[in-house]
């Protein structure tokens, strides 16, 4: 594989509206979960909770009027896209073609679909909007990025459940290998909807009151994947170097994650060796947890098999909640610790997702 | 990349030609249409009621328990994943499953299912509507049902960049087999009908209340369709020395983004060459060396031109001593699955040196000058053929195939 560093990062999220402000409040051990008010979910048994994004404007990177026209998930690309360019000192002009864009997305287009729904059922069937149709298919948000910024390289979006993020990654670092892009954003963007909250509720697989689960979150964060002598020879300061990663899967129902600590601790091995580092030479875990014991457990214990007495663990899903943009921000946390911790080593990002799905990724210093 | 190369070992298809490999490429050579009314919701209030649906459900060869649990779309894609399986001959007890992935394109899953648990929300409230029926929502659905039923443990993706969706599957397939991070992948598509995706496409003004009629002149848009065409992809050395029969080879993929509109393609076709031309290179072909195009084909009135204008910038004088065709003509737009099932079509033309026909061609088109084989399909040697996937977005991808 050749090298490639991570050379810029950038992020929209429930704690704040850049990877700084993000990081910092997550340090402090602030949390964006919030319960859901009655007042928009109406009556139901017990709390229901969400990590999102309260207010949110696209400017600078936009101007409101004009993204207004956007859907929700396509208003968080395009800022987290375009900051995360900046950050990387990355100039578009001249390198439409040699830039890409892989995003992965668990509920892109959830808003546009319902709506579009509702108008066909309540108005009439010829009443669908012409201008929210597109906005329901998933790789909107990367499109509308690619559109704006002129990203003319390689277009992807992936819907691999939790790990799409890390997903986006893994395939980027293939194109980028095979020259087909110089460099790639690759993160995942969400945006949170009522009816699917509910919909989740009533199939008791989100946290309630009473009921331990995970809470589902929004936004867009980003890396830019970065080919090593692009970023050398335009005197780049890589955040990261992208030394390995792995992808796996168990074979259950696509509602069902898997949770064997051994098949666990074998991705994360996998990535490691695909790293060539040993287990001691990490730092720091963003481990998968996203408050569902079992699956948590599971973990723990890949983890502890993995490293024996365990590094430093992150849980950053416990206080923003869980989509696959929740996995893309942990990338991009990694890629900071790395940039502003000397010593750390080496970082390892973990993924689970239903379905059995799990992709493990290790960023060392650069 | 490592320097492994990837063949096409096994292939499947259900479609609404029929509900196998051979009924789907017997209705494509004959020239037949899969399209009709709709029978899947009442279309009375929609302005066009045609669409190419599978019009009965194959049986998946699932446990009745887990039948129960599938979207249509998972149906299809696991009959057509068992036919493409049987057909290259793996014996997966012997396999290590660790190295076999799934990748595939997908997009409209179980939609319909989810659209009616929608409707019950707003017709009776929560507690008239079942949250079941949404559980097969997400798009991922059908890749992991695949990897479920054949306990497959390698590297697994959706892609969903709309109707180019399951080409790019293709493509990501062939680099994990490329970088030597599996042997074998399931790859390709399985999509079907929903009212979102026709409702969607009348309020754009781009379906045609009319059969789909790409390249004619009096061409008003698409017709949606329903299908899963699924190719097992396999290293070509492990694959020769177990003596499997290799269809063709997938010799490379051009993936790239128009960044010009979502809806509407880049009219000069030069947005569209770029993607042709990066396949070229990534196959390492010449424009004269490509014998045929299965072609995007939409029948949109922005499309063919748009298309036509692409291959002619991307392979010269070649574009017009070769022909070009487009299965949706029979089969519809199947979207997220149909860049999968004009990959099979194209292996299936290699392999036989048939060209399955543009069909409903009546009157040329001076902007779609190109031979598109109306109406009857036709014998050609056919050693190397591209197919060409465009979709709402800007998300590009062309692969090639060649001759095994």
């Known amino acids: ?366 | 990349m490592l320097d492994r190369t990837v063949v096409v070992t096994g292939l499947g298809a259900v479609s609404s030609l029929g509900n196998d490999l051979a009924s789907t490429w017997a209705g494509l050579v004959a020239g037949r249409s899969g399209i009709g009314p709709i029978t899947l919701f009442d279309a009375s209030g929609f302005r066009t009621k045609l669409a190419a649906e599978v019009r009965q459900m194959p049986d998946p060869g699932v446990s009745p328990r887990l039948l129960r649990r599938l979207s249509r779309t998972d149906v299809i894609g696991l009959t057509a994943a068992r036919e493409a399986l049987a057909d290259s001959g793996l014996d997966l007890e012997r396999e290590d499953l660790g190295r076999i992935g799934v990748v595939l394109g997908g997009g409209v899953s179980g939609l319909l299912d989810s659209e009616n648990y929608f409707r019950d929300l707003l017709e009776k409230g929560p507690k008239g509507a079942r949250p079941t029926r949404f559980l097969n929502h997400p798009p991922d659905q059908t890749t992991d049902r695949i990897a479920e039923v054949w306990g497959l443990l390698g590297p697994r993706a959706t892609i969903t960049t709309a109707c180019s969706s399951s080409s790019t599957s293709l493509g990501y397939a062939s680099d994990l087999i490329r970088a030597g991070l599996a042997d074998v992948v399931v790859t390709g598509g399985a999509d079907t009908f929903a009212r979102l995706t026709h409702g969607g496409f009348n309020s754009l003004r781009a379906a045609d209340s009319e059969p789909c009629r790409p390249f004619d002149r009096g061409r008003k848009g698409l017709t949606i369709g329903e299908a899963s065409g699924i190719l097992v992809f396999e290293e070509e050395g492990r694959a020769r020395r177990r003596g499997a029969t290799i269809r063709a080879r997938f010799l490379g993929y051009g993936l790239t983004s128009d960044a010009h509109h979502m809806t509407q393609p880049e009219p000069s076709g030069e947005a569209c060459a770029r993607t042709m031309r990066a396949c070229l290179k990534s196959a390492r072909l010449n424009p004269g060396d490509v014998d045929y195009v299965n072609a995007h084909g939409t029948a949109t009135v922005q499309n063919d031109p748009a298309e036509t204008l692409s291959i002619k910038l991307a392979l010269g004088e070649r574009a017009r001593e070769i022909c070009i065709s487009s299965n949706k003509s029979m089969l519809g737009h199947c979207l997220c699955s149909a860049g999968a099932i004009e990959a099979v079509a194209t292996v299936r033309t290699i392999e036989t040196g048939i060209v399955p026909p543009t069909i409903s061609y009546v009157e040329p088109d001076p902007d779609c000058d190109l031979d598109v084989v109306p109406n009857v399909a036709r014998e050609a040697d056919v050693r190397i053929a591209l197919s060409n996937s465009f979709a709402f977005g800007g998300n590009s991808t062309v692969v090639a195939f060649g001759r095994a």
């Open chain 1, 1 to 366: 594989m050749r090298e490639i560093f991570v050379t810029g990062a950038a992020a929209v999220t429930p704690l704040g509206r850049d990877l700084e402000t993000t990081a910092t409040r997550l340090a402090a051990g602030e949390s964006a979960v919030a319960e859901v008010p009655a007042s928009e979910a109406g009556e139901r048994k017990g709390a229901a909770y969400a990590a999102r994004i309260a207010t949110f404007t696209t400017e600078p990177e936009m101007p409101k009027a004009k993204a207004r026209r956007l859907d929700r998930a396509s208003q968080f690309a395009v800022v987290a896209v375009t900051r995360g360019l900046a950050e990387a000192g990355w100039t578009m002009a001249g390198h439409e073609e040699e830039t890409g864009i892989l995003l992965g997305t668990g509920s892109a287009g959830a808003s546009p679909l319902v709506e579009l729904e509702r108008q066909m059922a309540v108005e009439s069937p010829e009443s669908a909007s012409p201008f929210l149709f597109p906005c329901t298919v998933a790789n909107a948000p990367a499109s509308v990025a690619a559109i704006e910024l002129k990203i003319k390289g390689p277009n992807v979006t992936i819907t691999q459940k939790d790990p799409a993020g890390l997903n986006a990654l893994f395939y980027g670092r293939l194109l980028i290998d095979d020259e087909r892009a110089k460099a790639i954003v690759v993160g995942a963007v969400d945006e949170w909807n009522l009816t699917y909250q509910l919909a989740y509720e009533r199939l008791r697989i989100l946290k309630t009151a009473t009921m331990p689960g995970y809470v589902l979150s929004e936004g867009c964060s980003v890396v830019l994947l970065e080919d090593g002598a692009s970023a050398r020879a335009r005197g780049a300061r890589p955040w990261a170097r992208l030394a390995g990663a792995a992808s796996a899967g168990s074979p259950v129902s696509p509602q069902t994650r898997r949770a064997r600590p051994e098949e666990i601790a074998a991705t994360i091995r996998a990535a490691l060796a695909d790293a060539g580092l040993p287990a001691s030479r990490v730092g720091l875990v963003h481990a998968s947890a996203n408050g569902v014991p079992w699956i948590d457990a599971a973990e723990e214990a890949a983890l502890a098999d993995v490293f024996g007495a365990a590094p430093r663990v992150d849980r950053i899903k416990l206080q923003i909640g869980e989509n696959p943009c929740s996995g893309a921000l942990q990338l991009a946390l990694a890629a900071r610790a790395l940039r502003d911790e000397p010593g750390l080593g080496a970082v390892l990002v973990n993924s689970l997702g239903a379905g059995g799905n799990q992709i493990a990724v290790v960023l060392t210093a650069p």
